[in-house]
Nanobody, 115 residues
Framework: QVQLVESGGGLVQAGGSLRLSCAASGGIFSMNTMGWYRQGPGKQRELVAAIALGGTTNYVDSVKGRFTISRDNAKNTVYLQMNSLKPEDTAVYYC?????????WRQGTQVTVSS
């Protein structure tokens, strides 16, 4: 059974940093591109960053140069380093494979950026 456990969110002032972690089990990690998604208040969920098995990364334009996605294949964990945070980054952040599988969504981790 696939399990995804997100952690690392919190409340931070604009300009601050957070590092999110997603521990995966159940076979989802080793064969897939993994991604971080987010859903802000009143917004649709969007893919923020993705990382392929070989390490190739992609980012949505709004976070390029500020966020860095990485993965530790030995630990089945994907990370999202978020720097220079802005209030518009406020959202619940989720991890899932890319493309996502609906039944793999979990509770996510809340990131709140105050101005």
């Amino acid at each position: 059974q696939v399990q995804l456990v997100e952690s690392g969110g919190g409340l931070v002032q604009a300009g601050g940093s957070l590092r999110l972690s997603c521990a995966a089990s159940g076979g989802i990690f080793s064969m897939n591109t993994m991604g971080w998604y987010r859903q802000g208040p009143g917004k649709q969920r969007e893919l923020v960053a993705a990382i392929a098995l070989g390490g190739t990364t992609n980012y949505v334009d709004s976070v390029k140069g500020r966020f860095t996605i990485s993965r530790d294949n030995a630990k089945n964990t994907v990370y999202l380093q978020m720097n220079s945070l802005k209030p518009e980054d406020t959202a619940v952040y989720y991890c899932n494979k890319v493309p996502y599988v609906e039944k793999y969504w979990r509770q996510g981790t809340q990131v709140t950026v105050s101005s």
